[in-house]
């Protein structure tokens, strides 16, 4: 990965809805006992006073482009709808319903309502203050909010929202986000507190959260907008997020499908939407797979076997790669209708197959460095005994950093597991200092363990055990082997021919 964030980055997300209503005002913020106030148009700017540093997003809708007309008259209520509307004329943005025959894309629509809030949002900031590396998100709406009908899934905003407040994030982490939900419009402020949920369960995923350490959330939301000589800025909601949060169908359709078809589409539209979603199933069917594969491996104590369901997708990025596709795909079936004044969305976005997705991309982000290399000097496993993991990983690095923000009581489980095979290497070390590999039974075998091996049970024949592989940390002692890397260097474990998969099976 790139650039990583610290604990202490902090992020400001903002949902802006009609900015040609507002009035220009004292916004004041009050946070843990201190004040900040700034005069503007956007409460967003007392955050930004506050906290210089972070990082803003502002998002917005679609139907930003479908504003009211230009009213006549001047005065100090009508100081920030002049702005917006002398942006507006800048850029040469109409009124959506006045211009939809200029737009030949969804694309397009898109771009222009990023264009309006970034210069918008120069243009208010009060003198000597600018939004630090500000960027634009823009959800689709849904209903007639003036005179264009937007149609489209209702899962459509969230997905939306969660996908791009992941691409402008996905390399940085925050320790604190923080939200302003005073100026959005209907479903805007619920589905931006969930999302940034979401996104600080990901955050967890980066290594410069320390183990002991939480993304921590706090909400503002205004007084109600009055002719009034200040409003005030209030924290009205406040959370620690220390867990991942992983979805419990581990690998269920609806929680890897990331695109799907609307019932209602027909027409010439309706059949090109479902050829082209067809088509990009087809392309991304084994990386679904891998999905699904990371979710089971997450949702239990087994870090090998994460190891192993990454392996089966060659490059991680391929996640977001498909992600990309899935979203482009979702606009290029988005159609315009000028005549009806109407935005017709094709086909639905799925906002968990997209945590999911972004889920594992950055769970195989952190375990990617220790595959390792084969003969030919590639680092993509051929088979399973080319996916290996070092023993110290387990404990320092995969426990620690993965697990046990998955769950508390993960990382004894496996760094019990860890200890006794280092106990036991210690005793039979003399084997694999010749350079050769021990299956975990046989490290173990005097114990006469009848729980691990079973009366019945004969090497490489007896069906893995949920209960065993849960237990002792997908370390099954029949389908794993120690082994020491040549010249006395670190030993790793691996899985032997097809256990991994079979392992998977019972994890359902």
């Excluded at 459509?156 to 791009?164: R, Y």
């Excluded at 030919?376 to 005994?385: F, V």
């Amino acid at each position: 990965m790139s650039n990583h964030g610290s604990k202490d980055q902090e992020l400001i997300i903002a949902t802006w809805g009609a900015p040609w209503v507002w009035r220009k005002t004292k916004y004041v913020l009050h946070e843990e006992g201190v004040s900040e106030s700034v005069e503007s148009c956007s409460s967003v700017f007392a955050l930004a006073k506050k906290h210089k540093n972070a990082k803003v997003i502002i998002v917005g809708a679609d139907s930003l482009l479908d504003y009211e007309q230009r009213q006549n008259g001047r005065g100090d209520d009508q100081i920030c709808r002049d702005i917006f509307y002398e942006v507006a004329d800048k850029l040469g943005i109409e009124p959506l319903s006045k211009s939809m025959e200029k737009y030949s894309s969804y694309e397009e629509i898109i771009l222009d309502a990023k264009k309006l809030i970034s210069e918008t949002a120069k243009r208010m900031s009060p003198e000597g203050l600018m939004l630090n590396n500000m960027e634009a998100i823009i959800m689709p709406m849904l209903g007639k909010p003036s005179e264009v009908t937007f149609n489209g899934g209702p899962r459509d905003p969230f997905s939306v929202l969660l996908f791009e407040l992941f691409k402008i994030t996905k390399d940085s982490s925050f320790g604190k986000i923080y939200l302003d939900l005073s100026q959005g419009v209907n479903y805007m402020p619920s589905l931006l507190l969930q999302a940034a949920k979401m996104l600080a369960s990901l955050s967890l995923f980066d290594p410069s959260i320390d183990t002991k350490d939480v993304v921590e959330i706090k909400a503002f939301n205004s007084e109600p907008a009055r002719k009034l000589s200040e409003i005030a800025l209030h924290e009205i909601y406040w959370e620690n997020v220390g867990t991942i949060q992983v979805p419990l169908g581990l690998g269920d359709s609806r929680e890897i499908k990331v695109l799907d078809r609307r019932i209602e589409i027909k027409g010439d539209d309706g059949e090109k939407a479902v050829d082209s979603l067809k088509k990009f199933n087809e392309k991304y069917d084994k990386i679904k797979g891998s999905v699904s594969k990371v979710l089971k491996s997450l949702r239990y104590p087994v870090p090998l076997l994460l190891r192993y369901s990454c392996s089966t997708i060659e490059d991680y990025r391929e996640f977001l790669n498909a992600l990309d596709d899935a979203f482009s795909l979702w606009k290029e079936n988005t159609v315009i209708n000028s005549d009806g004044k109407r935005i017709e969305r094709r086909l639905e976005l799925n906002y968990w197959g997209l945590y999911s997705y972004s889920l594992s991309y950055k769970a195989c982000s952190q375990i990617k460095d220790s595959v390792r290399q084969n003969a030919d000097g590639s680092t993509k496993p051929q088979n399973s005994n080319d996916v290996i993991m070092y023993l110290d990983e387990f404990d320092k690095k995969i426990a620690r950093k993965i697990y046990r923000r998955v769950s508390r009581a993960f990382e004894p489980i496996i760094t019990n597991e860890v200890s006794n095979i280092d106990k036991k290497i210690e005793e039979k070390g003399e084997v694999l200092n010749k350079g050769e590999c021990l299956e975990l039974d046989e490290l173990f075998e005097k114990e006469g363990d009848s729980e691990e091996k079973g009366s019945s049970a004969s090497k490489g024949t007896r069906e893995p055990d949920r209960r065993i592989v849960i237990a002792h940390a997908g370390l099954q002692r029949e389908y794993v082997e120690v082994c020491r890397e040549k010249g006395g260097g670190r030993i790793y474990l691996r899985y032997i021919a097809d256990s991994p998969e079979r392992i998977l099976k019972i994890l359902e």
